[in-house]
């Protein structure tokens, strides 16, 4: 199974493992996979999640490029936790990182990403796009041109004013 399916489809099972609950509790933990190079994928744990998917989140986390971290410490130090999987900022006038924990307090159980060129990955088709321009990036780093903003699915200002105003 492709990398990109396969990190969508964990963070798919654990957020419907936690999603009966995911709103009720206090965000406690922080899971981060960052096997894909295109984006790391952040999820909130609530203290409402149930047991089983507490599992499997410790179970995955024991895998290399994954982790379980406190809330208090993701919160205080995410911008140094975060930078080292984004490669270039193509969107440096946005706030994606406090768009980001605002989320994770807001949805817990509901995975998110931060792409390679600091964009905002919310679905599927987010992680896809952030998987094909890694390539291209990667092909001809001196050719790559990110597309307009407003064509562009991961650009932080097209998808995070919806979802917070929610």
Partial sequence: MPRVLHSFCVAIILSVLSAHTAFAGELVEVFIDARDPAYVVIQGVSSDTPQIAWQEMESYAQLDKIQMMSWLIF???????????VKRNDYPNTQVLMGVLTLLKKYPGRP???????GFA???WDYQHAAGTL???????KGYKPLSPEEDPVNPKNSLPELLRR
Avoid: C, H, Q
């Fill in 112 to 118: 998110f990403a931060v792409t390679w060129n600091g």
């Fill in 122 to 124: 919310a679905s599927f």
């Fill in 75 to 85: 919160r205080k130090d995410a911008r140094n936790i975060l930078s080292p999987y």
């Fill in 135 to 141: 390539e291209t990036f990667r092909n001809d780093p």
